[in-house]
């Protein structure tokens, strides 16, 4: 007795080798994608605009801008904290664009080891 499988399922070699040139167009598209998300630049800003950091698609932070009128040598942890809220709220926006333009190609397909 044979077993069928279901319309769809199976296939034999043509099926795979088309799967296989997806996954192939699949993984080309998502380089190219990453490679111009690494080039991009990003700026965000903390304190009102008194720190502000420019950083690229690869999480490098570019340049660090501080406003004067935040620099208070008696009190730098207040400082502190703006360039860590900048500099982490900069690192969000990098990983939420990275994130949203792979789901795009992936369409929200999660494999692991992708990314």
Not at 26 to 47: I, R, S, V
């Amino acid at each position: 007795m044979k077993a069928r499988l279901p319309k769809g399922m199976g296939g034999g070699p043509q099926n795979m080798q088309s799967m296989i040139r997806q996954a192939q167009k699949m993984q080309e598209e998502m380089e190219k994608t990453q490679a111009e998300l690494d080039e991009k630049e990003y700026e965000t800003q903390a304190g009102g605009g008194a720190v502000k950091v420019k950083i690229n698609g690869k999480k490098e932070i570019v340049s660090l801008e501080i406003s004067p009128d935040i620099v208070d040598p008696e009190d730098i942890e207040t400082l502190s904290d703006v360039i860590l809220a900048a500099v982490n709220e900069a690192i969000k926006t990098v990983e939420k664009t990275n994130s949203e333009a792979m789901n795009k190609i992936t369409g929200n397909l999660n494999v692991p080891g992708i990314f």
